[in-house]
């Protein structure tokens, strides 16, 4: 009985050891996560992305010959990112332009040449959009033309084809009194900016200033030309050159302007090919007139759509002038003419 209690007694001294053991490694209560704003239960709450109208509606635009095909490119561009957007284009002249949109007949006017205090007094808001230049053209099959690409022209000498008329032949534009051969002069009939920069270059004012026979357009300019192998006309960059080629148009002859006039065509001076073109208006070595700036002119400051086809084509429509046959805005021109619209 006696060794039976002490059996028992050991066991509940083993078993107070354990259990002390046991409560040593009892962890403490631990506090409860204070609860925040945001709860499991409610999802924290974040702003609705604005909603983002897209655009549509039609643009409509008229003007210069000079800018047609630039624009065609910039309304097509334009309607990819935006397929709601719709363009209406018409050419006509830089005077249809500016009439259309004195009018209110166009959103947009595109004006090849300076514009007119009285234009701006009747509300026009105008920027210039890119660069580009008016060039003398002659027949290939002229029969001075292998002397005029040694020589060049001056500028006395195109006064007084265009301007005074005193130079009627072709013998005294190379010096030659036996060459007889008459000059056919050809100027723009419609209201043209590339006639008015030709007319400032060679001595005039205004376009009503040049001597010579009216022709309608752009297009009529050069196929006269190419029809007449004793006729003198002007055109612009982008018409006069094959822009997949990049070389003149077959058939047509741009006479070297003797900037220096030194009575010689200097290579510089020299333009066969769209590059050597390009780089001297680009680079500013082509005379100003008749390289010029191209302005798209609206009633009033721009707003809407309108607003938005117009910094497109000053940011990112910039990148397809070139393979048009256009000059870029330097950055300086760019910002001027992006502020404008602010």
Not at 39 to 44: K, L, R, Y
Not at 47 to 64: D, F, K, N
Not at 240 to 250: A, E
Not at 262 to 291: H, M, Q
């Amino acid at each position: 009985m006696k060794k039976q209690s002490l059996t028992i007694f050991s066991i509940l001294v083993v078993l107070s050891i354990v259990l002390v053991a046991c409560g040593s490694a009892t962890p403490e209560p631990t506090e409860a996560p204070v609860a925040t704003e945001t709860s499991a239960t409610e999802a924290p709450a974040t702003e609705a992305a604005p909603t983002v109208e897209p655009l549509s509606g039609t643009i409509s635009v008229s003007g210069a010959f000079a800018l047609y095909p630039m624009m065609t490119v910039w309304a097509d561009e334009f309607s990819k990112i935006h397929p709601g957007v719709t363009f209406d284009v018409q050419g006509g002249g830089a005077g249809k332009g500016m009439t259309d949109t004195i009018a209110g007949a166009v959103d947009i006017g595109m004006i090849s040449r300076t514009i007119r205090e009285e234009e701006t007094a009747q509300g026009i808001f105008w920027v210039s959009v890119t660069k580009d230049a008016v060039f003398p053209i002659i027949n290939s099959e002229n029969p001075v033309a292998a002397q005029i690409l040694e020589k060049g022209i001056s500028q006395e000498v195109f006064n007084k084809i265009y301007i005074t008329g005193e130079i009627t032949t072709w013998g005294e534009v190379v010096g030659d009194p036996t060459n007889t051969d008459q000059i056919n002069v050809f100027t723009r009939s419609d209201a043209s900016g590339a006639a008015e920069q030709w007319s400032k270059y060679t001595g005039g004012e205004a376009q009503d200033d040049l001597l010579g026979i009216g022709v309608n357009g752009e297009p009529a300019m050069l196929d006269t030309v190419l029809k007449d192998p004793l006729g003198i006309g002007f055109g612009n960059l982008n018409s006069i050159f094959d822009l997949s080629s990049g070389n003149l148009v077959p058939g047509i002859v741009i006479p070297p302007l003797d900037i220096n006039e030194n009575g010689v065509a200097d290579p510089e001076e020299i333009y066969t090919v769209k590059e050597d073109a390009f780089g001297a208006v680009a680079e500013g070595t082509y005379p100003s007139p008749p390289a010029r700036f191209e302005n798209l002119a609206t009633l009033g400051k721009p707003e809407g759509l309108t607003l938005a086809f117009i910094e497109w084509i000053l940011t990112d429509g910039q990148e397809f002038l070139e393979p048009a046959g256009f000059v870029k805005l330097t950055p300086a021109q760019q910002a001027e003419s992006l502020e404008k619209l602010k």
